[in-house]
């Protein structure tokens, strides 16, 4: 009897063993692919805390140093890569990015939202052909059509403006289909109620369809300022006027093809600032970024 | 409401349009493509002229790197609103120069303004590359440096090496190149940044052989590429061996292996005469300055080395007829060369920068200073620029192909791809040559008539 | 599917969709159709001398072996940073998706990366594979292996891989963690009473169930490395060393803004119109299926 009761407990106890071996295996997988995920990261960090001398001499430093408060207010203030470019300072790099982001995702998400509600809640002429004409521009992302859109701009004399930076980005495709995706999803008896209370298209709008997506846009709008903020080929093709220059493009910029030496703890000090934002909106807005990445599907 | 307001707010952050009031002076775009320090001291030179009178304003803008500014240059002018001068590269010279009615010709822009300039008193080489054939200049000569050879002192001394002579020709340096790999304590002996504009073009000028036909291009569209000749296959082949026997390290395009030399990686390294600051900033040894070696027994090498860096070009407003410029703005343009012209000036920006002085006045004014008795070395680029006596041939008279910043990137892709040991030196001297022509004959047919 | 109640309203309607429709056809439609005029022409730099050449542009790319290397680079590209982000992805999802403790701070850990810049990441890459600056790189030249992206053509394709799939992995990861826990834990169950090992139980059931998914993905992955990544290229290797890096995108912004030859790079953007339509074509088709399924 008892020596059957320890078989059992020691079973138990084996596969509790197993268990915790087996967890201990997650973590150490899960642990490495974070690792892996924060090396990068980690190395650019650290470096933005070093002097120039040291990271150039390709001592590769993987604790922290003493220079960080100088290399951040430098970038910040003067902008990395003095010796590479015609500085802009970090903080003026930024505001660009910011209000390029702001605009697109604010943007996309206006003009989206107003040609959803159309071709969902009326019915007119042509209806059809405007939405497939919305849903036709999926197929020609800005890297494909590049050049011509630079000779429209061009053309139009838009180059080295923040309206030709943002304006050609604002129409969107996915987000035009996300919000009929949801509109379609309102039950007819709010038209119909909105109707007998005798309010026009424009108040049913206002009253209840933007009450009703709220969630809709905060997460297309996680979404949407992450694509704004990462904008690379369009602003490298668009502004050569350095006031305007925003912090992803400036960054690469101040990796030195050029004439002279690289100031390596200031990009890197350039690049953890280039990071913050876009990582903060997403770690912070998580569940509106999870919900809007899966939703638009891209 | 929500849209228009975004769009205001878009716009109030564009471009604000220039203010123009009556009195205001003429303002003259100015579009450069240098970087701190150089860009920064390039706009004092604007500003100090815009100090000696009241009646210009030239405006300097930085565009980028110079590739960047002829894109933004290009695109500005088929939109109507190009700047009054742009800098541009020497490899964009032949682009310019086929630009027809795009460009001003700095020699028309004088004639009209009866401004002079002593053209006479600039070194060959560098009037060379930017005038017609015959003489006429096309752009103003700005911003010029040449390939010189930078060696580690230090690392010759080490490896029983004469640290105070470099070897003249490339068979003396093919002797040290093993006693520094055994005995310089160096990571590798020997590498070069501006792999074709060291290794090929400036190569080619030195030893009087053709890099194209017609005069390198100077003779007209129909310039063929002569690059693949016994000399450079040799001179690649070498660079090849070397290569794979850890004597010589391929760095990179442009001037991105230039690092190499002041932290100490290569004892020796090919590159610009204004790589000068850099060195003398960061290295922690002692270091030559050294001309460019040549293959001895190679008739007339060795002669005048050619340019680079950038010349000045006038640009006419746009594409509508008449060109949409005042004879006050060509006026402002040309009182601002002349400027530029002046020895002083010139002299100044030599001894600040780094660049070559493009005159002989400038030169003998930078001496007069004790500039290279407190430089040593600093002389050798113009010395180099002058070998030979001076009188240039139509090889060394610079390059004028179109399309040279996609023939330059071509040489280098295929020789690249021998480095990586997947094709010999003559092949990849061969292929160059094909896609090379290629972009000569596209270049050619869309230029013609 | 249709609303039975609409509004009625001339003006209104086409008012609404005004915004969209303009933005639309001047940035969408405009340059697309000049991209395909343009195609036909050969200009000079300055657009002062125009050629028509009809199908010359097109003919000569199929013949240009520069071009038909960026197309075979492009390939080899997209499905390596497809296959590397989409084993990574599913291979952290599996083991975020068990029941540990710390799972969401894992998750958080691991998203983040979809909100780096593409250049940026490239950016942080360099820091660790430059061979003078880099930990990885200098760690190679310590172990005697010459690594150098610059002179490599293997290495910077290596490179450029890894810092364009460790981008994406976030993206695939949320997915495919997603789809695990949509999975009904009954099916799971009754698989692990059936005795079958965990490997097998992954392979025979779960995958099965995410196989949706994995198709959704790898179209998704595909468009992005074919698209998104200029920013990785450009600021890593420039297509280079001997245009071992330069893919088609790559190709049209090289012919198109340095060697300003218009109308091939315009014909190389139609013929990425054409692929991308492709794509879509075929994404959309497996949407429309999962949507009845």
Redesign the interface.
């Known amino acids: 009897m008892s020596g059957a009761a320890i078989d059992v407990e020691a079973l138990a106890a084996a596969s509790r063993r197993r268990r915790a071996r087996e967890r201990m295996l997650t973590h150490l997988a899960l642990v490495l692919g974070v690792a892996v995920f924060a090396l990068p990261i980690w190395i650019t960090i650290v470096g933005s805390t070093h002097d120039t001398d040291t990271i150039g001499r390709g001592d590769v430093p993987l604790l922290p140093g003493g220079e960080a408060l100088h290399n951040y207010t430098t970038a910040w203030f003067q902008g990395g890569g003095g010796r590479n470019t015609f500085a802009v300072p970090a903080s003026t790099m930024l505001l660009n990015s910011l209000v390029m982001a702001l605009l697109i995702a604010c943007g996309k998400i206006a003009i989206s939202l107003l040609s959803a509600f159309a071709v969902v809640f009326f019915s007119f002429p042509l209806r059809m052909v405007f939405f497939w004409m919305i849903f036709i521009t999926l197929m020609l992302p800005v890297e494909v059509r590049i050049i011509p859109t630079f000779q429209v701009m061009t053309d139009l004399s838009l180059i080295d403006s923040m309206t030709g930076l943002t304006l050609p980005l604002i129409a969107s495709a996915t987000a035009t289909l996300l919000f009929r995706q949801f509109f379609l999803t309102i039950p007819d008896e709010y038209v119909e109620a909105a109707k007998v209370d005798g309010a026009g298209p424009l108040r049913f709008l206002k009253d209840v369809v933007l009450p009703l997506s709220v969630t809709n846009i905060a997460a297309l709008f996680v979404i949407l300022f992450i694509y704004g903020w990462n904008q690379y080929l369009w602003p490298l093709l668009m502004v050569s006027n350095r006031d305007l220059e925003t912090i992803i493009v400036g960054l690469t910029k101040m990796i030195g093809i050029g004439d002279t030496q690289n100031e390596w703890n200031l990009i890197m000090a350039t690049a953890v600032f280039a990071l913050l934002p876009p990582v903060a909106v997403v770690v912070l807005l998580q569940r509106w970024f999870i919900k809007g990445l899966t939703e638009t599907e891209k | 409401m929500?849209?228009r307001t975004?769009?205001t707010?878009?716009?109030s952050?564009?471009?604000a349009a220039p203010a123009l009031g009556q009195s205001q002076p003429i303002e003259i775009q100015f579009w450069h493509g240098l970087?701190?320090?150089?860009?920064?001291l390039l706009e004092k030179r604007a500003t100090d002229f815009n100090a000696t009178q009241t009646r210009f304003k030239v405006v300097p803008?930085?565009?980028?790197?110079y590739?960047?500014?002829m894109?933004?240059a290009?695109?500005?002018?088929?939109?109507g609103?190009a700047p009054h001068i742009v800098q541009m590269f020497e490899v964009g010279t032949g682009?310019m120069m086929?630009?027809?009615?795009?460009v001003k010709p700095v020699h028309e822009l004088l004639a009209e303004t009866g401004i002079e300039i002593d053209f006479n008193d600039y070194l060959p080489g560098v009037r060379g590359y930017y005038s017609l054939s015959d003489g006429r200049m096309m752009s103003m000569p700005f911003n010029s440096s040449t390939t010189v050879v930078w060696y580690n002192k230090d690392a010759f001394r080490r490896a029983g090496v004469d640290p105070d002579k470099f070897p003249e020709t490339w068979q003396g340096v093919a002797e040290i190149l093993p006693k520094l790999k055994a005995g310089g304590g160096t990571a590798v002996p020997m590498s070069t940044a501006w792999l074709t504009w060291a290794q090929i073009e400036n190569f080619s000028a030195i030893h009087d052989i053709p890099l194209a036909t017609l005069a390198n291009g100077f003779g007209g569209l129909g310039t063929e590429l002569r690059i693949n000749n016994p000399l450079v296959q040799r001179h690649m082949a070498a660079l090849v061996d070397w290569q794979r026997d850890g004597m010589f390290?391929?760095?990179?395009?442009?001037?991105?292996g230039e690092?190499?030399f002041p932290?100490g990686?290569a004892a020796i390294m090919f590159t610009?005469s204004?790589f000068r600051a850099?060195v003398q900033r960061?290295a922690r040894f002692n270091w030559g300055v050294a001309m460019l070696p040549y293959y001895q027994g190679t008739p007339n090498a060795p002669i005048n080395s050619i340019i680079g860096g950038a010349s000045l070009w006038v640009m006419n407003k746009g594409?509508a007829a008449g060109g949409g410029r005042s004879r006050d703005e060509f006026q402002g343009v040309a009182e601002f060369f002349k400027y530029l012209s002046n020895p002083e000036v010139d002299a100044q920006w030599h001894m600040d920068t780094g660049y070559v002085p493009v005159r002989r006045a400038s030169y003998a004014l930078a001496r007069d200073r004790g500039f290279y008795r407190d430089n040593p070395g600093a002389d050798v680029p113009i010395e180099q620029l002058l070998r030979g006596g001076g009188t240039l041939t139509d090889n060394s008279r610079g390059i004028r192909l179109g399309?040279f910043?996609?023939i330059r990137?071509i040489m280098?892709?295929?020789?690249?791809?021998s480095?990586?040991g997947?094709q010999t030196a003559q092949q990849a001297l061969v292929n160059a040559t094909n896609?090379g022509n290629q972009?000569l004959r596209?270049f050619e047919?869309?230029?013609r008539? | 599917m249709r609303k039975k109640v609409i509004f009625r309203g001339a003006a209104l309607p086409y008012l609404l969709l005004m915004p969209q429709m303009a933005v639309t056809l001047v940035f969408f439609f405009w340059p697309a159709g000049m991209a395909v005029w343009q195609s036909t022409l050969r200009q000079d730099a300055f657009g002062l001398r125009t050629e028509f050449v009809a199908f010359e542009n097109f003919l000569d790319l199929f013949h240009d072996p520069i071009y038909l290397n960026a197309a075979w680079n492009t390939v080899i590209f997209a499905s390596s940073v497809a296959a590397l982000a989409l084993g990574a992805a599913l291979f952290l999802a599996v083991q975020a998706d068990k029941q540990i403790r710390g799972a969401g701070v894992y998750k958080t850990l691991l998203i983040w990366p979809y909100a780096v810049a593409p250049a940026l990441a490239a950016v942080l890459w360099l820091f660790i594979f430059h061979p003078s600056i880099g930990l990885v790189g200098r760690g190679f030249g310590a172990l005697g292996i010459e690594w150098d992206y610059r002179v490599n053509g293997g290495q910077a394709m290596a490179m450029v891989i890894i810092a364009a799939a460790w981008k994406q992995v976030s993206y695939n990861f949320i997915f495919f963690l997603a789809g695990l826990q949509s999975i009904p834990s009954s099916v799971l169950e009754a698989a692990a009473i059936d005795g079958a090992r965990p490997m097998r139980r992954f392979w025979t059931v779960v995958f099965p169930l995410l196989s949706p998914t994995a198709f959704f993905l790898l179209v998704v992955n595909l468009v992005y490395a074919f698209f998104d990544t200029f920013g990785i290229i450009h600021a890593l290797t420039r297509g280079g060393p001997g245009n071992a890096t330069e893919t088609l995108i790559y190709k049209v912004y090289v012919d198109g803004v340095q060697n300003l030859n218009l109308g091939s790079s315009a014909a190389q953007s139609v013929i990425l119109m054409i692929i991308v339509i492709a794509l879509t074509a075929i994404q959309f088709r497996f949407i429309e299926r999962r949507v009845h399924y």
């Open positions: 929500h849209r975004l769009l707010g878009a716009m952050l564009g471009v970087a701190n320090p150089l860009g920064g803008t930085f565009r980028g790197s590739p960047e500014t894109v933004a290009i695109a500005a002018f088929r939109a609103n682009t086929a630009a027809g009615r795009a390290r391929y760095g990179g395009r442009n001037n991105a690092p190499a932290n990686e610009s204004g850099r960061e594409p399309g910043v996609e990137t280098e892709e295929e020789l690249e791809r480095f990586q997947q896609r972009v596209n047919r869309a230029n008539g």
